[in-house]
């Protein structure tokens, strides 16, 4: 009995002093942002007593501009475009785009299949699903389009046209012709390059580039 008394009043004790009100030291947290996080919603107003875009402040605020960490690079980004669009009036880097090669490699069958579909949907209103740029929008002149759009297939100028030139017009839009970057995204764009440069290879006689299946290109 006399035990079962002395384990009890032990336990008490254990209680009473877990219930204390005694404030203890917390210790030192080594990422307090992280541990106590202020999140910011997107398209919510700033709150300037939370955040600050000065990277030079020396109060508790939390640094915050929106913008992508130096040095990093988005999704899907990984084969950037060198230049950027020319001023009105301008036209020197889309000369110098001229230079600059494509990096995807050759399409195998499937991947080409998939190039023309995208060639299709996005570029055959207007240049024709033929390249010969006779699509639905100027249909021999009976169009709605009244300027022919550019012929792929028998006109020597976009035979010989570069294909860092190609993808500049496809990238920033060319003349009458608008961007198309928000409808083909960087590999896309590439893609339909390779099969028009294969149209115009076969229509002179020569065989379609591909290379082996095993090959994949992301989407």
Same mark, same amino acid.
């Given at each position: 009995?006399?035990?079962?008394?002395?384990?009890?009043?032990?336990?008490?004790?254990?209680?009473?002093?877990?219930?204390?009100?005694?404030?203890?030291?917390?210790?030192?947290?080594?990422?307090?942002?992280?541990?106590?996080?202020?999140?910011?919603?997107?398209?919510?107003?700033?709150? *300037?007593?939370?955040?600050?875009?000065?990277? *030079?402040?020396?109060?508790?605020?939390?640094?915050?501009?929106?913008?992508?960490?130096?040095?990093?690079?988005?999704? @899907?980004?990984?084969?950037?475009? $060198?230049?950027?669009?020319?001023?009105?009036?301008?036209?020197?880097?889309?000369?110098?785009?001229?230079?600059?090669?494509?990096?995807?490699?050759?399409?195998?069958?499937?991947?080409?299949?998939?190039?023309?579909?995208?060639?299709?949907?996005?570029?055959?209103?207007?240049?024709?699903?033929?390249?010969?740029?006779?699509?639905?929008?100027?249909?021999?002149?009976?169009?709605?389009?009244?300027?022919? $759009?550019?012929?792929? &297939?028998?006109?020597?100028?976009?035979?010989?046209? $570069?294909?860092?030139?190609?993808?500049? *017009?496809?990238?920033?839009?060319?003349?009458?012709?608008?961007?198309?970057?928000?409808?083909?995204?960087?590999?896309?764009?590439?893609? &339909?390059?390779?099969?028009?440069?294969?149209?115009?290879?076969?229509?002179? @006689?020569?065989?379609?580039?591909?290379?082996?299946?095993?090959?994949?290109?992301?989407?």
């Amino acid at each position: 009995m006399k035990k079962i008394a002395v384990i009890l009043f032990l336990a008490m004790g254990i209680i009473i002093s877990g219930c204390s009100d005694v404030k203890r030291e917390q210790g030192s947290i080594y990422m307090p942002d992280m541990a106590y996080s202020r999140a910011f919603e997107t398209y919510a107003a700033r709150d *300037s007593t939370l955040f600050t875009t000065d990277l *030079s402040h020396t109060d508790d605020k939390i640094f915050y501009n929106n913008m992508p960490v130096a040095g990093t690079m988005a999704r @899907g980004e990984e084969m950037p475009f $060198p230049l950027t669009k020319d001023a009105a009036g301008d036209t020197t880097n889309y000369v110098a785009s001229k230079l600059v090669q494509n990096p995807l490699p050759l399409l195998n069958e499937t991947q080409m299949k998939e190039a023309e579909r995208l060639y299709l949907i996005n570029c055959g209103i207007c240049h024709g699903p033929k390249l010969n740029g006779n699509g639905p929008l100027y249909k021999g002149g009976d169009g709605p389009y009244p300027a022919k $759009p550019a012929q792929f &297939v028998g006109d020597a100028k976009y035979e010989q046209m $570069p294909e860092g030139q190609m993808y500049y *017009s496809i990238m920033y839009g060319k003349n009458l012709m608008g961007s198309y970057a928000s409808q083909l995204n960087r590999d896309q764009r590439w893609m &339909v390059i390779h099969y028009i440069k294969a149209k115009q290879a076969e229509a002179k @006689g020569g065989t379609t580039p591909a290379k082996d299946s095993s090959a994949t290109v992301k989407k």
